[in-house]
């Protein structure tokens, strides 16, 4: 039993920022990896950002400068700091989190449920 819970959208004037949160919980016993994607109306979803385990961090060329994301210093969180938001950025961002559980052994992709992001023009 895993869950993913996000926090942090809403609508922002261009030029703003938000902050996105994601935090797993439930029977984690470790988190290979954790990212950000998005998916706005008729494009494909779309990765934004991602974090390993060795704070090895990776973004999409159309977010890099502006997006930051982070561990959290509370245990399996990871945060997406958005600035200087565009129109464009507007999307349903979903947080994706690999997380292997002891019991049973396994490893599964997990997602939220997604949080809306809206940046007006």
């Known amino acids: 039993q895993v869950q993913l819970v996000e926090s942090g959208g809403g609508l922002v004037q261009a030029g703003g920022s938000l902050r996105l949160s994601c935090a797993a919980s439930?029977?984690?016993?470790?988190?290979?990896?954790m990212g950000w994607y998005r998916q706005a109306p008729g494009k494909q979803r779309e990765l934004v950002a991602s974090i390993t385990g060795g704070s090895s961090t990776t973004y999409a060329d159309s977010v890099k400068g502006r997006f930051t994301i982070s561990a959290g210093d509370a245990k399996n969180t990871v945060y997406l700091q958005m600035n200087s938001l565009k129109p464009e950025d507007t999307a349903v961002y979903y947080c994706?989190?690999?997380?292997?559980?002891?019991?049973?052994?396994?490893?599964?992709?997990?997602w939220g449920q997604g949080t809306q992001v809206t940046v007006s023009s």
């Open positions: 439930g029977s984690v016993f470790s988190i290979d990896a």
């Open positions: 994706n989190a690999a997380i292997t559980t002891l019991r049973p052994l396994r490893t599964y992709d997990h």
